[in-house]
C-alpha cells in the first residue's frame, strides 16, 4: 500500500513502521494516512531539513540557522499561514508531532519514543499524550526517558504537565517522582495542588495530603471544587490507625465558609466520609441538607446505613428513593448496598422483590450485583438459590468465586467451600486475601483445622487462623501464632482469640487479650462483655463487676441482643427487653408454655450463660426473654405453618437458645434458621446443621 519508501526517518525506524503496519491485520486507515503524508513531505522538502537530527546520511549537511525562531516554539501558528513554501518548517515540526501523538493513541509508544529522539521540537501536547502512554503501558524507564527528554526542552517548569507528571507517576506507583515534580515546580498552581492530592489519596497517604493542604491554605490559594473532593477522601485513606475525623470535620466547615454546600459531588463525598467514620447521624444531617441529590447521593447515603448495621434504615431510604425521584434510576452501585441490607436482616421476601427489579431494569449482567445477589441468598437462608444465581454465571470475577466460598462457610459446609476453592484456581482466577479469608471462615465453621495452604498471611488471615484454632480448642496453637506474627497484631487478631477463649472457658488467656483489646479499641464494649461472659462461667462474680465497672466508667453499654424475623414481607424487630411488641403478652405465654413441655422431655435450661448472680429460677426466666426465643415464638403465632422460620441475630446464639430452638423445631415439627453473627443454624426435627460446633 504504501509505494514511497519512508524518508526523514532512519531507515530502521521506517522498515519498523512497515512492519508495523502488516503487523496490524486491518490496516488501520488512520496509521496509513498518518504516515504517508509524513512520507511526502520528508520526500518533498530535503533542503532545509535538520538531517543530522533525523539521522539522514547525505553529505549536504545544510544548517537550519535561518529558521525562524518562533518555530521552535510555537509549531502551531504554521496554521496562520497560507499553504505555501512559508509554511513548510511548521508543518515538518507538526508532522513529527502528530506522527508522536498517532503512535501513543495507537499504543505503540516504543516507536513514538524513536520519532520523538529526532524530534528537536515536541510540543506540550505531544508530552501530554506520551506521558498518559508511559502510564497506560506501566514503563517507568520510558516515563523517565520521556520526563528527562522533557526537561531538556525546557518543560520542567510547565504546570500543566507536571500535572500529568504527576498523574504517571502515581499510576507507576512512584510516589516519590511524583513528589519531586511537585517539589521543583515553582508554580503550583490549584491544579499541581489537586493533582498530588489526588495522588496521595490514592495510595492511602491520607495524613500527607492534610499536611501539605494546611500548606496550601498558608500560601492563599484558593480550594476549588476538586481540591475538597480529594482533601475529603484523604481523611479516610489513611494507612496508621490514627482518626482523621476531626479533619474531616473542619474541611467540612471550610466546605461551608467557602460556599461549596450546593456541589453534589463534594457533599455526596462528605457523606461517605462520615459514613466510613461510622458517623451515621452527621451522615444523614449532610445527606438531608442537601439541596441536590443525585443517584450517587441517594446510594451513598444507602450505603452508609447497610455498612454501619442498620439495614432497617438502609431499606428504608431505598424506598424513600423510588418514591421522591421519578427520574434518578438507581445503579448496580445502589442495588449492592440494597441486597446487603436485604442480607443483613435474612429478609428473603424483600430480596426476591429486590432481585426481579434487577432483572427488569437488566442490572443482572453486572458482576457485583449478581455476585451480591448469591451471598444476599446464602445470607438469607436459601443456598440453593444463591447457588444456581452462580452456576447461571456466565462470568466470574473473583469476588464472585468469593461469594459462592463464604456462602458454602456461612452454612458450615467447608468441604464444599475448599472445593469451589480450588475450582476457581483451576479456572485460573487468582484468590485474592478475601478468598483466604472466606476460606479459612468456611473451614473453621467445619471444624476442618488441618486444611493448609501456602499464603502470604494479612492481619485478617491471622485472625482467622487464630479463630480456627481458637474454635477448634487449640488455644494454646492460637497464641503461639500471635506471638510469633512478623506483623502487629491489631484487633481483630486478639478479638478471634478472646472469642474463642469464651468459647472454650480459658481465663488466663482471655485476661491477656482483654488487656490489649482494651488499649486498642477502648471503646468497643463487645471486648468488656465477652470478658464478663467468660469470668462469670467461671464463676468469678468479683471480676464479672470489675469489668462491668470499667464499662460503666468509659460510659459504653452493652450492646442489647436483638433479632429479625420477616414474616409476610415485613420484617419486625424484637429485643430481649421487649415490651413494646403488642404481641408481647401472647410470645410469653407461649413460651412459659413450651418450656414446660419441653422440660418433661428432657430441656433442661443452660443457666450458665445467664451472667448474674441470681436463683435458678430467675435465671430461667432471664433466658426465657431472650430475642432470639421471642422471635422464634413470633414466627409460631404469625407465619404460616407450612412455611420455614427464619430469624437473624446480631449476636452469638447463645447455648440456651440453641438447646431450646432444637427442640422446638422437633416439637412444633417446624424448620427454624436462624444466622447469628458467625454463621447458619438450621434446625430440623430436633437438630442444627452446625452439629453444636459455632
Ligand atoms: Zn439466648
Ligand atoms: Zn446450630
Not at 40 to 60: D, F, H, N, S, Y
Not at 345 to 352: F, I, M, R
Not at 405 to 421: D, N
Request: proline letters at 4%.
Amino acid at each position: 500500500m504504501i509505494t514511497k519508501p519512508i524518508v526523514g526517518l532512519p531507515p530502521s525506524l521506517g522498515l519498523q513502521m512497515l512492519k508495523q503496519q502488516s503487523l496490524c491485520a486491518s490496516g488501520s486507515p488512520i496509521t496509513l494516512s498518518v504516515l504517508c503524508i509524513h512520507c511526502c513531505i520528508c520526500v518533498a522538502i530535503p533542503e532545509w531539513l535538520p538531517r543530522k537530527a533525523i539521522g539522514l546520511r547525505t553529505p549536504q549537511v545544510v544548517q537550519p540557522t535561518y529558521l525562524p525562531i518562533h518555530f521552535h516554539h510555537t509549531p502551531r501558528a504554521s496554521s496562520q499561514h497560507p499553504i505555501s513554501v512559508t509554511s513548510r518548517p511548521s508543518t515538518i515540526a507538526t508532522s513529527n508531532n502528530h506522527l508522536i501523538q498517532s503512535l501513543c493513541k495507537k499504543g505503540n509508544l516504543k516507536l513514538a519514543l524513536q520519532v520523538l529522539a529526532h524530534e528537536p521540537n515536541p510540543t506540550q501536547h505531544t508530552y501530554e499524550l506520551l506521558i498518559i502512554s508511559c502510564a497506560d503501558q506501566s514503563s517507568l524507564s520510558d516515563a523517565q526517558t520521556v520526563h528527562n527528554k522533557l526537561i531538556g526542552d525546557g518543560f520542567e517548569q510547565d504546570s500543566f504537565l507536571a500535572t500529568k507528571l504527576i498523574n504517571m507517576y502515581c499510576e507507576l506507583d512512584c510516589m516519590d517522582h511524583a513528589r519531586q515534580v511537585f517539589d521543583k515546580i515553582y508554580n503550583r498552581t490549584i491544579y499541581v495542588w489537586n493533582a498530588l492530592f489526588r495522588a496521595l489519596t490514592l495510595k492511602g497517604h491520607g495524613e500527607e495530603v492534610l499536611n501539605l493542604y494546611r500548606r496550601m491554605n498558608q500560601t492563599g490559594i484558593a480550594s476549588d471544587r476538586f481540591t475538597y473532593t480529594y482533601v475529603l477522601k484523604a481523611c479516610v485513606a489513611s494507612k496508621s490507625f490514627v482518626s482523621l475525623l476531626q479533619e474531616g470535620k473542619e474541611i467540612h466547615a471550610h466546605i461551608l465558609r467557602h460556599g461549596y454546600e450546593s456541589y453534589v459531588h463534594i457533599m455526596t463525598t462528605l457523606v461517605d466520609v462520615y459514613a466510613r467514620f461510622g458517623c451515621v447521624e452527621y451522615a444523614s444531617y449532610v445527606f438531608n441538607n442537601m439541596p441536590v441529590k443525585n443517584v450517587v447521593s441517594w446510594s451513598a447515603m444507602i450505603a452508609c446505613y447497610a455498612k454501619n448495621g442498620r439495614p432497617f434504615e438502609a431499606l428504608e431510604v431505598f424506598r424513600e428513593m423510588m418514591l421522591e425521584t421519578h427520574d434518578l434510576l438507581p445503579n448496580s452501585v445502589t442495588m449492592v448496598s440494597v441486597l446487603q441490607a436485604c442480607a443483613a436482616l435474612a429478609a428473603l421476601e424483600q430480596g426476591k422483590l429486590i432481585h426481579g427489579y434487577i432483572l427488569r431494569k437488566g442490572l443482572d449482567s453486572i458482576l457485583p450485583v449478581i455476585s451480591t445477589l448469591v451471598t444476599m441468598y446464602a445470607r438469607c437462608g436459601d443456598l440453593e438459590l444463591g447457588r444456581r444465581i452462580f452456576c447461571q454465571m456466565y462470568k466470574r470475577d473473583v469476588v464472585s468465586w468469593n461469594s459462592m466460598i463464604s456462602s458454602y462457610g456461612i452454612h458450615g459446609f467447608g468441604a464444599k467451600a475448599i472445593k469451589v476453592f480450588k475450582e476457581m484456581v483451576y479456572h485460573g482466577v487468582s484468590p485474592s486475601p478475601i478468598s483466604f479469608v472466606s476460606l479459612l471462615g468456611a473451614c473453621s465453621h467445619a471444624g476442618l483445622v488441618e486444611e493448609e495452604y501456602g499464603i502470604y498471611p494479612s492481619v485478617e488471615h491471622y485472625a482467622c487462623m487464630v479463630d480456627l484454632l481458637g474454635r477448634a480448642n487449640r488455644l494454646d496453637e492460637a497464641a503461639k501464632i500471635i506471638e510469633g506474627m512478623r506483623i502487629e497484631p491489631g484487633p481483630k487478631v486478639w478479638g478471634s482469640l478472646l472469642g474463642s477463649c469464651r468459647i472454650h472457658c480459658n481465663v488466663e488467656l482471655a485476661d491477656r487479650a482483654s488487656r490489649r483489646l482494651f488499649e486498642l479499641e477502648p471503646v468497643n464494649a463487645g471486648n468488656y462483655v465477652l470478658l464478663a461472659d467468660i469470668y462469670a462461667e467461671a464463676k468469678m462474680w468479683d471480676d464479672v463487676k470489675r469489668v462491668k465497672k470499667l464499662l460503666e466508667a468509659r460510659g459504653l453499654q452493652k450492646v442489647p441482643g436483638c433479632s429479625w424475623i420477616e414474616v409476610k414481607r415485613k420484617i419486625y424487630s424484637l429485643t430481649s427487653v421487649d415490651e413494646l411488641n403488642p404481641q408481647i403478652e401472647q410470645i410469653h405465654a407461649l413460651l412459659l408454655k413450651l418450656s414446660m413441655e419441653m422440660k418433661e422431655k428432657g430441656y433442661v435450661p443452660e443457666t450458665k450463660v445467664v451472667l448474674y448472680d441470681l436463683d435458678t429460677e430467675e435465671k430461667e426466666r432471664i433466658l426465657l426473654g431472650h430475642s432470639e426465643k421471642l422471635a422464634v415464638a413470633f414466627g409460631l403465632i404469625n407465619s404460616n405453618k407450612r412455611d420455614a422460620i427464619r430469624i437473624t441475630k446480631n449476636l452469638r446464639l447463645c447455648e440456651d437458645c440453641h438447646t431450646f430452638t432444637k427442640f422446638i423445631s422437633k416439637f412444633a415439627g417446624r424448620e427454624i434458621l436462624v444466622r447469628d453473627v458467625n454463621r447458619f443454624h438450621h434446625f430440623k426435627n430436633g437438630v442444627c446443621s452446625c452439629e453444636d460446633y459455632w
